[in-house]
């Protein structure tokens, strides 16, 4: 059973930065981060795997980078040029199956493994 624990969230200024991160007690095939507002459905952020594919929602491309460790033991989300709709519980997940990417890569069933999530508030 691989465990996952995120830190770096937090509240920020719109236009502020975070830098969100998650330690895997075991490596994995892949890891992303997903998002849930308050009375919105779960959505996929970014996610890499070891192979180095990596995929972005089209609404953080050019302001959030995902990156891990080549042993895919930690993932980090660096978030830019904050928004106040970027406002949300985050949270991290993996996969030990290499099913990230099969249909699409959004997709909470292609993870089997899921983190507690970490609140991000951004103010404007």
């Known amino acids: 059973q691989v465990q996952l624990v995120e830190s770096g969230g937090g509240s920020v200024q719109a236009g502020g930065s975070l830098r969100l991160s998650c330690a895997a007690s075991?490596?994995?095939?892949?890891m992303g981060w997903f998002r849930q507002a308050p009375g919105k459905e779960r959505e996929g952020v970014a996610v890499?795997?070891?192979?180095?594919?990596?995929a972005y929602a089209d609404f953080v491309t050019g302001r959030f980078t995902i990156s891990q460790d080549n042993a895919m033991n930690t993932v980090y989300l660096q978030m830019n040029s904050l928004k106040s709709e970027d406002t949300a519980m985050y949270y991290c997940a993996a996969d030990s199956r290499e099913r990230c990417f099969r249909g699409f890569w959004s997709n909470t069933s292609n993870y089997n493994y899921w983190g507690q999530g970490t609140q991000v508030t951004v103010s404007s």
């Open positions: 075991y490596g994995t095939k892949c």
């Open positions: 890499s795997d070891a192979g180095g594919s990596i």
